[in-house]
């Protein structure tokens, strides 16, 4: 039945396409996220290459009677942007173009757009893009002044067809279609493979009507757009999947043809794609799984490309990037993000997607290192690589969320968002980074100059990846990851050892480069690693149980004894030196029994032996410079004064060693007259002419009555060195020192009185 109401109407509720799009740019910035957002739909597309055209050609003035879709679309045959890839637009793409605030993308794993909504920055500079993909030609009019079923038969802002069909788009509007055969002669009677985007920039006039902007967008402030696009394009292409070539040009209003400005391109490119390639066939598969079975499976795969970059001029240079991409466990990422939120996980796109890259040429740092959501994010970070992750990013893709202010309640979808970051820092990011770091190898050289040794003040953004390279060293010491820097042996070739297998060296053996060249030679020994990751060791190692391969003093001894017969009868004297100097920096003087680091007068280097210790002797200056010539035994004293006033002070030391007695002196002596003096003459107890270059000579007897006088117990060490020709006499001649013959001591300082 039907019932008649009297005065209803319809009134539908309908916001106009303006208020939302003048909503969504507010979220949007303007300049170079233009270029990108448009980089970032190619690449979505599976496109290769993307280009971007700065068109200074007014076609407004070549005709009156310009031929196009619908006369009113003539304001916008002005200057434009002209934006092109190698892809064509799905069923799919053209529904989003319909759902302003929403997409296709938002459920897609294999699209870097979260939300799919960022083509609609266009709109700050254009009121009316146009765009032909394959045989389709689409108008969008946001403003329906065109197309709202008054002024045209077609409604709701936008139009779309097929231009090749019937030829009828050369046929009807063939000026409409010239806009966008610039960069090439396109033939619009057939498909076009690809897709090329028209966005007229917004005049003065359409200015002051437009319901999107009210800012006009003149040529020259999209030149510097794209400028600003050259500088940092090889950056845009790091981390994404499929393109392989950006360029731009620019068309100025009387040329015939454009000028390329710049261009980049992946010398390797095939080498490249069939890596990416592997990863996305497996992606949506992985991201969704039917099953749990494979609870720890990961993709990953690793890039070397090379990036051609042609100016101009026509000059070109080359770069060459290392970069890592792993995508983690989805469903252990969703379990743990179950655990740890309340909200509805469904709505968002959670994938444990993280990418590290870095110049792969030694030396070659970033200047400026950036946070990645595939595209480049205005956050700069600490570390030095870029950091590329399926981030939650703000729609202005200019902030990640955070939840600083622990303000978010845990079923909100910002709450979800931050946890995620915080995530995929903590658990994802670590493990890409090891990858990327193990992959790279001795590429650079055998440094640490890409580990992140800095994590920032751990404050506002800093607190997100605060424990980076804590997460770090512990993947690696867990999974026993060959990281570190070593020698082989006597080559000055390097290879890259786990932590189970080496000796890592504290920064106190920089002060003993002989000492750790020589423990190089006889194992694997790491050195050089920065004091932020040695301390991280420590932490790591002690939570994971693991022994530590820091050296100390004590480790230093224990391999020192361990490969004596390597480096014993090698070891340069500077060395053994540096040796002795670091065993005993722990006072342990004890654990040196059996190290051949003893230099006795002479030059010879002996073992520290408790059991010799009757047979050698520490003695003072004095001493030591009369017996050196007889010096069996001695402890050589004059090598190295640090090392020399520990022997005296430090009491452990004395048990290598006896205190020498009169006997001993008098032994050596008289072995050194019996060698070198009375081999000349014979012992008499008469005088004799003191050698004039032999022993003894004037110096050696002067010292040999200071150390008597030194001695507590002269009168004995004199009686057993009796009848030595000791006395130096009248005429260069030496008396015996003998109780039989008397020798009177003049003392001149009485006579000059």
């Known amino acids: 039945m039907t019932i008649t109401l009297l005065g209803f109407k319809s009134h539908g509720i309908r916001e106009p396409l303006t208020n939302r799009i003048a909503g969504i740019l507010d979220e949007y910035p303007d300049g170079t996220q233009i270029a990108r957002e448009l980089l970032q739909n190619s690449d979505d597309a599976r496109s290769t290459e993307q280009w971007y055209l700065l068109d200074h050609h007014s076609y407004i003035k070549d005709k009156n009677d310009l031929r196009l879709f619908h006369d009113d679309l003539k304001e916008y045959m002005g200057s434009a942007l002209l934006a092109g890839n190698d892809s064509l637009f799905e069923e799919k793409d053209f529904k989003s173009m319909k759902n302003l605030a929403a997409s296709e993308k938002r459920n897609d794993a294999t699209k870097i757009g979260q939300m ?8 700050h500079m254009t009121d009316c893009p146009s765009f032909i993909s394959g045989d389709q030609f689409m108008v969008i009019e946001p403003h329906e002044r065109i197309f709202n079923g008054v002024r045209s038969e ?65 040529a020259d402030k999209v030149l510097e757009m794209l400028l600003k696009l050259k500088n940092e394009a090889l950056k845009a292409m790091l981390f994404l999947k499929h393109i392989e070539r950006i360029a731009i040009y620019e068309r100025m209003s009387l040329e015939e043809g454009p000028k390329r400005i710049f261009e980049i ?35 990953e795969y690793s890039i070397r ?51 590290i890259a870095a110049p792969s040429e030694p030396g070659v740092m970033i200047a400026s290192s950036r946070l990645f959501c595939f595209l480049p994010i205005s956050i700069q970070h600490p570390f030095p ?122 920064r106190d053996l920089d002060s003993y480069p002989l000492l750790a060249e020589t423990l190089q030679r006889l194992t694997n020994v790491a050195v050089g690693l920065p004091d932020a990751v040695i301390q991280t060791i420590r932490n790591v190692i002690r939570s994971l149980g693991l022994e530590s391969r820091i050296l100390t003093p004590a480790l230093v001894r224990r391999l020192l004894r361990e490969h004596k017969s390597q480096w014993s009868s090698t070891a340069s004297s500077e060395a053994r030196v540096e040796m002795l100097k670091y065993c005993i920096e722990d006072d342990d003087i004890i654990d040196l029994e059996g190290l051949p680091l003893l230099l006795l007068a002479g030059g010879l280097w002996v073992e520290f032996n408790i059991n010799q210790a009757r047979a050698r002797y520490l003695v003072k200056q004095e001493t030591f410079t009369v017996l050196l010539h007889s010096s069996e035994g001695l402890v050589d004293i004059e090598f190295d004064n640090h090392l020399v ?45 003191q050698p004039v270059n032999g022993f003894p000579t004037t110096k050696w007897i002067l010292g040999f009555w200071v150390m008597v006088r030194l001695r507590p117990d002269k009168k004995s060490l004199l009686s057993m060195v009796e009848n030595l020709h000791l006395l130096p006499i009248t005429r260069q001649r030496l008396a015996p020192l003998s109780r039989d013959l008397p020798v009177v001591y003049l003392d001149r300082r009485k006579d000059n009185n």
């Open 385 to 506: 690589v870029h950091i590329n992750g399926h981030f939650a990013v703000k729609q202005s893709r200019r902030e990640i969320w955070t939840n600083q202010d622990n303000d978010f309640a845990k079923h909100a979808s910002a709450y979800i968002k931050s946890v995620w970051n915080v995530h995929l820092f903590h658990t994802h990011v670590p493990l890409v980074y090891a990858k990327f770091l193990a992959d790279l190898g001795l590429a650079r050289g055998a440094n640490y100059d890409l580990w992140p040794t800095s994590c920032g003040l751990g404050i506002g953004l800093d607190a997100i990846w605060k424990d980076l390279l804590t997460n770090l060293v512990h993947v690696i010491c867990r999974d026993n990851l060959k990281m570190f820097f070593c020698k082989s042996g006597d080559d000055e070739d390097h290879h890259l050892a786990d932590y189970k297998s080496l000796w890592i060296a504290d």
């Open 154 to 218: 077609f409604m709701e802002g936008a139009v779309r067809g097929n231009f090749a069909e019937g030829n009828q788009g050369l046929s009807i509007f063939p000026d409409q279609l010239e806009a966008f055969s610039i960069l090439e002669d396109i033939d619009f009677t057939r498909s076009y493979p690809g897709t090329i985007f028209r966005f007229p920039l917004r005049t003065a006039n359409q200015a002051e009507t437009s319901k999107l902007s009210s800012n006009a967008y003149p």
């Open 116 to 123: 799919g909504i960022g083509f609609n920055s266009i709109y």
């Open 305 to 355: 490309p090379i990036f051609k970059l042609t100016q101009d001029d026509g000059t070109s240079t080359l770069e060459h990037w290392y970069i890592s991409t792993v995508v983690g466990n989805a469903l252990m990422s969703r379990d743990y993000m179950e655990k740890e939120t309340e909200g509805n996980l469904d709505a968002h796109k959670l994938i444990p997607w993280v990418g």
């Open 265 to 299: 391109e992946i010398v390797n490119a095939k080498e490249v794609r069939k890596e990416r390639q592997e990863l996305l066939t497996k992606l949506r598969v992985h991201v969704y799984p039917e099953s749990a079975a494979s609870r720890d499976a990961i993709l």
């Open 645 to 689: 006033r520990r022997f005296y002070t430090m009491k452990a030391f004395h048990v290598f060693w006896s205190e020498i007695d009169n006997s001993v002196i008098s032994a050596k002596i008289k072995n050194t007259y019996d060698r070198l003096f009375y081999n000349d003459y014979s012992k008499t107890k008469s005088c004799v002419p």
